[in-house]
């Protein structure tokens, strides 16, 4: 297509001088605007980065901008934001570990849990089969903020039926808060999981499967060995999407982790940083940086899985 | 200023990572065990049972009860403990700030799927085909791997404000004054400081629409882009006669998926006004009156109202999902 354009583009050259006025004219004006646009959406982003090395002084008495008649260096928001012993410092590093430990198995949990699933109803054969799939797909509807308040309670009173406990309360402290969250986060991302890697699983040949099975395979062999390979790009969109999802997470946060640098992620943190009304401007500029370090590796590195997690997940919330 | 760093106070949470993991890995060898175990059969409820099991678990406990649960709610007092019929919804479409909170909700959800739309569009079109394609779609679409509350954070130097006599140090408040004029506290005068705060969730979905509607304008077959050329379209023509009714799948999507996403927006009101100042939005809302104010029953109706609005759109985006693949 490439290759053929410039010669199309001669033969199509507008007939009358006038065209070729307007012609000139609109690239001109459609340069300009995607110059204005990529200022106006990098320039934000720019300007807080710059500002994260400015020093503290500055920050709160000069916008970013003066940097260039008066530039000024220093790498102590950081420090003090990840290290800082102060109490309003930050103590992002603590946090940034929660992420951390929050995200992996949130992660984890639902890949597997999903691909089992969609291995049974795209591979398995029983009655109520497709009906199970529509239920499983049609909960996306249910908003998370429906799902809150009897989760919370959930982990907190257990379950009792008439008087009979059938599950105790969960009552964990400490770091293993940490299981509630990897719960909720579990819980949620599983029908977008199913749906995303039931369609591309009940998409492979039906003969591979049935090679397999005559050779003796068991379902767990198949799923290893015939299955998993082929299904990895849509795990890795999942994967990818699931990731960013529960990193940039604020609301199940906020309500499952409890709020201390015990177990909140690093996206509570920066939101009580925030929202007081201190001024820690500093703090803010270095901290909301090294809270969008690793989403910008794994966007930079795998921009191509990235995209399709996104073109397909973006059903979820 | 000393280096403070707990390793004693992180050494549990590792601790629990690793069981995290450990328990994960013990779970996918137990279910593969077991499937081994099982003899294969042509129809076996045992092999489906295991599979699908836990996850039908999960999300029985994770979604379905806890729905139904705020439904009920929806239809009890604020501690839970008797029946007010539909007082909460009574309450949800009379009293004046919860009026607020669903004429917010809806200039949001009227506004954000437009503008992300048009400027997605104009962008897919402008830098198609240009030398700086590949990095220029990049720049837009960096905002998406940011989350709210860092994009939030981002924009409030550009919204921050200073009185008259001193510097500015947000950059639109510079700007006013650049031109002339006085600087504004942008996020405190209702109702424009909504139309601030949509421009924060504009800023970070633009490139999501760019990334879709371009794939899009790229799937165009190139014979219909040469005949239109060789009957010499203009460009605006060939914009609005060819590419625009080539793309109207792509742009339902971008349209229908930016739609619920603004209606359950929470973070980017959180961080930036905490609802203050007459932002409040639905999810938002819900957020306060179940978690802060104590008001379950009155946070659960905000809640099944959102379900109520999601619902007729994400059964639409089925049925043209359904008849895209039939296509």
Known sequence: MTTIAPGVAKTAQPRTAAGRVRKRLSGRVASLVAVVIALLWTTPTFGLFLSSFRPEDDIKQTGWWTFFSNPQLTLENYREVLFGSSSSSGRLASFLINSIVITIPSVLFPLALATFAAYALSWTRFRGRDWVYIGIFALQVVPLQMALVPLLSFFSQGVEVFGITLMPAWNLEGSAQFVQVWFAHTCFALPLGVFLIHNFMSELPGELMEAARVDGATHGTILRKVVLPLVAPALAAFGIFQFLWVWNDLLVALIFSGGTAETAPMTVRLAQMAGTRGNEWQRLTSGAFVSMIIPLIVFLSMQRYFVRGLLAGSVKG | ?327
């Open chain 2, 1 to 327: 200023m000393d280096f403070f760093f707990d390793f004693a106070a992180e050494a549990p949470k590792l601790i629990q990572l690793l069981i995290g993991v450990v328990a994960f890995l013990a779970f996918v060898g137990l279910m593969l065990l077991l499937l081994d175990r099982a003899p294969m059969k042509e129809r076996s409820w045992g092999h489906s049972l295991l599979l699908l099991g836990p996850a039908l678990v999960l999300l029985a406990i994770g979604l379905v009860v806890p729905g139904i649960r705020t439904t009920l709610l929806s239809f009890m007092s604020g501690d839970s403990s008797q029946f007010v019929g539909l007082d909460n919804y009574a309450w949800m479409f009379t009293q004046p700030e919860a009026l607020t909170v669903l004429r917010n909700t809806l200039i949001w959800v009227l506004l954000v799927p437009l503008l992300v739309t048009a400027i997605g569009l104009v962008y897919a079109v402008v830098v198609d085909k240009s030398r700086f394609e590949s990095i220029a779609k990049s720049l837009v679409f960096l905002p998406m791997a940011i989350s709210f509350v860092g994009a939030g954070i981002i924009w409030r130097f550009v919204y921050a404000y200073r009185p008259e006599e001193a510097d500015q140090i947000g950059l639109l408040n510079q700007f006013v004054v650049w031109l002339g004029g006085e600087p504004q506290q942008w996020l405190q005068s209702a109702p424009t400081n909504t139309l601030f705060l949509i421009i924060v969730m504009v800023w970070i979905q633009a490139g999501f629409a760019t990334v879709v509607l371009s794939a899009a304008i790229k799937g165009i077959p190139a014979e219909i882009v040469e005949a239109a050329r060789l009957d010499g379209a203009t460009p605006l023509q060939m914009f609005f006669r060819v590419t625009l009714p080539s793309i109207r799948p792509a742009l339902v999507v971008v349209l229908v998926t930016q739609s619920i996403g603004t209606l359950k927006l929470f973070d980017i009101v959180r961080t930036m006004t905490g609802g203050q100042f007459d932002t409040s939005v639905i999810a938002n809302e819900m957020y306060n009156q179940a978690f802060r104010y104590g008001e379950a029953g009155k946070g659960a109706a905000l809640a099944v109202f959102l379900f109520v609005l999601v619902t007729p759109i994400v059964i639409y985006q089925i049925r043209s999902l359904r008849q895209r693949r039939e296509a």
